[in-house]
């Protein structure tokens, strides 16, 4: 189904599931070198990321009893590769999870309750404390959220957008988008916030200007009017572009130019990707040609757009074209399957650090493979 899909785009999309066969090349560079392992936990784990040392991870899981759990190294007599160090429980469940600012030790956790609950995670003494927690979303649901320095921007089932300054422990309502949100990221080193809604509204609002006068800035509309906008994902290093993934299984590639009023955002390329609605997205945190998208049809597809990097400077600009923002996307683009199972389980959500990627199934398993050859 997901590897139809995408057989359907590219030729080039390669499973390590037949090793054997000859066309298999990139997926076989991809994972040539890597181990992979993984962990069966009691609960089932709905966002997962990796802490600063890449063999520590917290994860949040779903009731029936709603909790965050910390891991770290197994020790020799282990039969896991991870070992639970912490946990702590929550009254409700997770909607989505990202750490504050810089540092990989204060996280963030929208719930289903309308609250939002900061916790401060020790790898070293093995524990989870929970700092404070915010209601944001009276009588809807706390769904998604992104921070940056010290302000945390929370996005609810309502279509609010509040803000939190974590150091002077104050909210505010920043704006209301016309649907729930279901997703956001921020652009501009912060200054902007993408909000994706579940009328499949991309908004991208500037949180700059006084809060009265906060406006989408810009909306893109979706290929199909109501097919959600599930996931969002800002490009590392070129704050312009952004990727957007969608209840359909389709993923949106677009130019945000910055939030430049003279120019509107564009989208640039569409693609069905998933036979169900897309988790999350992620660019690789420095080698940003790698793209990671997961969904509920229990596939984790990496893209490798390396090969269109070579597409040459734009005359007018001078700068290197994106190869995401380029017309020869997917004539050059190659598909490697992560999750090959017969029956998979639906990808909740991932996490990725230098070479590594963990992955959160809703069957309970995390799975972790390291050692995956990017270029």
């Keep these: 189904s997901m590897l139809a899909a995408a057989m359907k785009h590219s030729p080039q999309l390669s ?15 991809l994972l040539s070198k890597a181990t992979h392992s993984s962990l069966l936990i009691n609960n089932r784990p709905t966002r997962i990321s990796f802490l600063s ?21 197994a020790t020799a007599d282990d039969d ?3 070992r639970q160090l912490a946990h702590v429980n929550l009254p409700a469940d997770p909607n989505d999870m990202t750490f504050l600012g810089a540092n990989e030790s204060c996280f963030v956790v929208p719930l289903v309750d309308g609250s939002v609950h900061v916790v401060m995670v020790d790898e070293n003494e093995k524990g989870i404390r929970p700092f404070h927690r915010i209601v944001t979303h009276e009588g809807a649901e706390a769904t998604c959220v992104s921070a940056v320095d010290s302000s945390i921007i929370v996005g609810g089932s ?23 949100i279901e997703c956001m990221t921020t652009l501009s080193g ?9 009328a499949g509204m991309i908004n991208l609002w500037d949180l700059r200007s006084p809060s009265s006068a906060i406006t989408p ?29 969608y209840e359909s299984g389709s993923i949106s590639f677009i130019d945000a130019r910055g939030g430049n009023r003279d120019q509107p955002p564009e989208t640039k390329n569409t693609f069905e990707l998933a036979s169900g609605p897309i988790t999350k997205m992620s660019f690789h945190p420095v080698l940003s040609d790698n793209l990671f998208a997961s969904s509920v049809d229990g596939s984790l ?6 090969a269109n990097s070579q597409a040459g400077l734009s005359t007018s600009t001078l700068t290197r074209l994106s190869p995401w923002l380029s017309s020869t996307l997917e004539s050059s683009s190659i598909f490697n399957a992560l999750q090959t199972d017969e029956y998979p389980a639906t990808v909740n959500s991932f996490s990725i650090k230098d070479d590594s990627i963990l992955i959160a199934c809703d069957n309970q398993q995390i799975r972790h493979t390291t050692g995956m050859t990017l270029v």
């Design 158 to 180: 309502d279509g609010k957008v509040v803000m939190i300054d974590a150091v002077q422990n104050e909210s505010r309502v920043v704006t209301r988008s016309g649907a729930g």
């Design 53 to 73: 040392s890449p063999s520590s991870f917290l994860t949040a899981c779903l009731g029936p009893q709603p909790s965050l759990l910390l891991y770290g190294p």
């Design 80 to 82: 896991e590769a991870f």
């Design 190 to 198: 912060g200054a902007v916030v993408a909000t994706g809604n579940m």
């Design 301 to 306: 597809v990496h893209w490798d757009a390396a």
């Design 15 to 29: 499973t390590y599931a037949d090793g054997d066969n000859a066309g298999n090349v990139p997926s076989q560079r």
């Design 217 to 245: 800035q810009f909306t893109v509309s979706p290929k199909v009017f109501g097919d959600s906008c599930t996931a969002l994902a800002a490009h590392p290093a070129q704050t312009n572009i952004l990727a957007g993934g």
